[in-house]
Every structure is written in C-alpha cells, then in structure tokens.
C-alpha cells in the first residue's frame, strides 16, 4: 500500500524559514517523479514544486521560485521542501504527492504551514 | 502560464441526477487533463487521467471525455458520498495548474 507522510509543517515568523518531510513506502521511490503541492485555507489547490525521479532536474511555480527548494534521498525513500523567506502567503496545507507521468496518483495527507507574527 | 477554467463554481444537484462538470483551457492541451475529488478535510483522490482514462478502485459512474481546451467530467446517477469539490489539474505543460474547483452540494 502507498504511503506518503508529510512532516514538519507549523507556525512560523515570515521572514524565516522551514523544512518539510515526507516520507513514502510501499512503492519504489527511486522510479517515480515527486511534487509537493499546497491548498491556503478554504483555498483551491496549488502545484509548488516538481523534482525528477534521480532528483536530475526541478520545477517551481513562480511565486517560490528562488525561496522554496525541493530535493529527495532515494536512499531514505523521502522526499524535502525547504522553504526560506517565507511570507504570509505561504500559509497553506502542503502535501506531497507522487506524480505517475501528468497525474498526481497519491497523496499524503497534508501538513500545515501558518506564516504569521 | 496555462489556465484551467471550471464552470460551475457551484452545482447543486439531487441525488440520482446526473451531472457534468466542466474545464476549459486558455490553449490546446491535447489530452493532458486530470480530475481529481476533495471531500471536507480529505486529500484529494484522483478520479480521472488523461480526460477519459479511467483509475483502478473509482467507481465507473465517473466518466471523463473532451481533447483540445474543452474537457468534461460526468457523473452518472449522482450519490450522496459524491458531493465534495472537483478539480483538474493540466501536465501539458511542467509548470501544472489547477482549476479553481467546481462544488457540488445537494439541492
């Protein structure tokens, strides 16, 4: 069974920075594309970032373009958001989903990020 | 950028009729649509890929068609666990997008 798990969402001064986990099993991480994406409250859904299965090339949407940076450690089966500078904009629900070509096939269940003084 | 436009914001339907939900593209994007559900407090769950490919474990009520920038997801003899929001998801392009969702609530 598929399993993603994110980790270290929580509040945060903007300015500062966070790191977030997701940790899969259950599938053979090392095969597949990944992505985080994000939904603000009561919002709609956001992709944020994309990173290729050997972690060879990344993709960002504009708006974290030069703050967000996405990596993996196939050896660990998990995946990693590190965000700086961040703003109160940011504050969303992240999760991580596998990416089965176009589709994101399965997703974790979310962690929440709150920017805010 | 490509934009996703899904009509309605809002559906409300009674259970047992059928509906169709709709995503528009601003360009041609061949086939390279997908449609997800979000129930209250859920993930979301792929329903759909590549307009009209069918996912392992949805129920075959849900249906998808369209190519080009008019996509359609239809749900036939709505039930009362398919209210949520819908949304679809563009991988014509790298930089993916959504649409902004489509709700439906009972009437």
């Known amino acids: 069974e598929v399993q993603l798990v994110e980790s270290g969402g929580g509040l945060v001064q903007p300015g500062r920075s966070l790191k977030l986990s997701c940790a899969a099993s259950?599938?053979?991480?090392?095969?597949?594309?990944m992505a985080w994406v994000r939904q603000a409250p009561k919002k709609g859904l956001e992709w944020v970032a994309t990173i290729i299965y050997d972690g060879s090339r990344t993709y960002y949407r504009d708006s974290v373009k030069g703050r967000f940076t996405i990596s993996r450690d196939n050896a660990k089966s998990t995946l990693y958001l590190q965000m700086d500078s961040l703003r109160s904009e940011d504050t969303a629900t992240y999760y991580c989903a596998t990416l089965n070509g176009g589709p994101f096939a399965y997703w974790g269940q979310g962690t929440l990020v709150t920017v805010s003084s | 950028n490509i934009v996703l436009t899904q009509s309605p914001a809002t559906l409300s339907v009674t259970p047992g009729e059928s509906v169709s939900l709709s995503c528009r593209a601003s360009?041609?994007?061949?086939?390279?649509i997908h449609w997800y559900q979000q129930k209250s407090n859920e993930s979301p769950r792929l329903l759909i890929k590549y307009a009209s490919q069918s996912i392992s474990g949805i129920p075959s009520r849900f249906s998808g068609s369209g190519s080009g920038t008019d996509f359609t997801l239809s749900i036939n003899r709505v039930e009362s666990e398919d209210f949520s929001i819908y949304y679809c998801q563009q991988s014509y392009s790298s930089l993916y997008t959504f649409g902004s969702g489509t709700k439906l609530e009972i009437k």
């Open positions: 360009q041609s994007i061949s086939t390279s």
């Open positions: 259950g599938f053979t991480f090392s095969d597949y594309n």
